[in-house]
């Protein structure tokens, strides 16, 4: 069966300092990957999707950048961290057919910038 | 723009009682709509989804929505609540070509309490 892991699972962070999120997807090859931010009060914005290796189309322009080295890893980075990035990050999958198919999410990585 | 309103940011319903959460969808073409459930402090979990033929669809844990176009509506419902099914609900539609990489737009959640 397929699973979904993100870490660190918490993060607390100085404004300024760098970013690296890290999301690995396992008992599938060729997913869709998808890093969302999810602020309080504001829902679930999606940032980056990729659809395979060294791929990535961004949906909102900020400081933050996503990349994917391996087919099953995908890292969410940031060079400075701002305090409007405190949040709940989440990365998802699919088997790569669209959005009709399932999003399967990971367990999510809160951030805290301070 | 395709967008997603969930009108109630929060909901509080007794244990036993019946629910319903409230889903509204802007979209010009044939929608595809889903009910997501998060419990606190974890990913997302596919209730339940619609994609054509019989307006009302079952879920999982004893969820069900309709589909009504002409309201632009797509409700989640559940006839009795368990205190477990305390947690935030979240409605999306596909949008855009459905092809490899398009993502879901969500609506911004319901955080459904229950209460004893």
């Known amino acids: 069966s397929q699973t979904i892991h993100q870490w660190p699972a918490t993060l607390v962070q100085p404004v300024g300092s760098p970013l690296s999120l890290e999301c690995t997807v396992e008992?599938?090859?060729?997913?869709?990957l998808y890093w969302y931010r999810q602020a309080a009060g504001r829902g679930l914005q999606l940032l980056f999707y990729s659809v395979g290796i060294g791929q990535i189309s961004s949906e909102v322009p900020q400081n933050l950048s996503a990349s994917r080295p391996q087919d099953r890893q995908f890292i969410l980075s940031s060079k400075k961290l701002l305090l409007s990035d405190s949040g709940f990050y989440l990365c998802?999958?699919?088997?790569?057919?669209?959005?009709?198919?399932?999003?399967?999410f990971g367990p999510g990585t809160r951030l805290t910038v301070l | 723009a395709q967008s997603v309103t969930q009108p109630d940011i929060h909901i509080t319903v007794s244990e036993g009682a019946s629910l319903e959460l409230r889903c509204n969808y802007s979209?010009?073409?044939?929608?595809?709509l889903f009910w997501y459930v998060q419990s606190p402090g974890q990913g997302l979990q596919l209730l339940l989804k619609?994609?054509?033929?019989?307006?009302l669809v079952q879920g999982i844990k004893g969820f069900e929505a309709e589909f009504k176009r002409s309201q632009s509506s797509f409700n989640l419902r559940k006839p009795s609540v368990h205190w477990s099914d305390a947690a935030e609900y979240f409605c999306?539609?596909?949008?855009?070509?459905?092809?490899?990489?398009?993502?879901?737009?969500f609506g911004k959640g319901t955080t459904l309490s229950v209460s004893s």
């Open positions: 999306a539609v596909g949008a855009g070509a459905n092809q490899a990489g398009t993502a879901l737009i």
């Open positions: 979209y010009g073409a044939t929608p595809y």
């Open positions: 998802a999958w699919t088997p790569g057919q669209g959005w009709t198919d399932t999003q399967y």
């Open positions: 008992g599938t090859s060729n997913p869709n």
């Open positions: 619609y994609f054509s033929g019989d307006t």
